[in-house]
T-cell receptor, first 111, second 114 residues
Framework: GIQVEQSPPDLILQEGANSTLRCNFS?????LQWFHQNPWGQLINLFY???GTKQNGRLSATTVATERYSLLYISSSQTTDSGVYFC?????????????FGTGTLLAVQP | DGGITQSPKYLFRKEGQNVTLSCEQN?????MYWYRQDPGQGLRLIYY???????QKGDIAEGYSVSREKKESFPLTVTSAQKNPTAFYLC?????????????FGAGSRLTVL
């Protein structure tokens, strides 16, 4: 099956700093989503981005499907950005409704 | 407000007992999913259902059972056959946005086996 690797595993930032999170995947995909899990466990869908670039406020994401990676950019980070960021992918020959999750990047934003 | 409701939030059970976790959605989504999350790890798929009265095993279905009698509801039973049931359980549903399934999650249920 598809392998998903996220980096870095942990990241500590000062408020106001920028960061880039990476997701590598081992096969072609037709579904890629980024999620944020807050410290209470709630997962929020940030982007559906199987290819191309999208922006939503201080967050943006880019997926280069031909090179099998996706990047999540966080600009001017705030303490509320803390939590775990997951990349999830689907497709590549499997059922498109099965998403494979990476192990996440744990982000801590300090005031 | 549309969303996914999971209950209970916290649950304790003794070894050998079955327990059922509830998941209800009012988003009119066709597909529903159950994921398990262990500390420091990603989510692993237990079961999913694309339509009423139909469901498929995910990657770690052993020791779990589900039903899908109504579009809005997808309860998960953790049976005594599940060897290590202590975990955080997340229910999700999806709409086919842009031809793919975009997931919305509930707040989760934390199960502890004593």
């Amino acid at each position: 099956g598809i392998q998903v690797e996220q980096s870095p595993p942990d990241l500590i930032l000062q408020e106001g700093a920028n960061s880039t999170l990476r997701c590598n995947f081992s096969d072609s995909v037709n579904n890629l989503q980024w999620f944020h899990q807050n410290p209470w466990g709630q997962l929020i869908n940030l982007f559906y981005i199987p290819s191309g670039t999208k922006q939503n406020g201080r967050l943006s994401a880019t997926t280069v499907a031909t090179e099998r990676y996706s990047l999540l950019y966080i600009s001017s980070s705030q303490t509320t950005d803390s939590g775990v960021y997951f990349c999830a992918v689907g497709g590549g020959g499997g059922a498109t409704n099965k998403l494979i999750f990476g192990t996440g990047t744990l982000l801590a934003v300090q005031p | 407000d549309g969303g996914i409701t999971q209950s209970p939030k916290y649950l304790f059970r003794k070894e050998g007992q079955n327990v059922t976790l509830s998941c209800e959605q009012n988003l009119n989504h066709d597909a529903m999913y159950w994921y398990r999350q262990d500390p420091g790890q990603g989510l692993r798929l237990i079961y999913y259902s694309q339509i009423v009265n139909d469901f498929q095993k995910g990657d770690i279905a052993e020791g779990y059972s589900v039903s899908r009698e109504k579009k809005e509801s997808f309860p998960l039973t953790v049976t005594s056959a599940q060897k290590n049931p202590t975990a955080f359980y997340l229910c999700a549903s999806s709409s086919r946005t842009f031809g793919a399934n975009v997931l919305t999650f509930g707040a989760g249920s934390r199960l502890t086996v004593l």
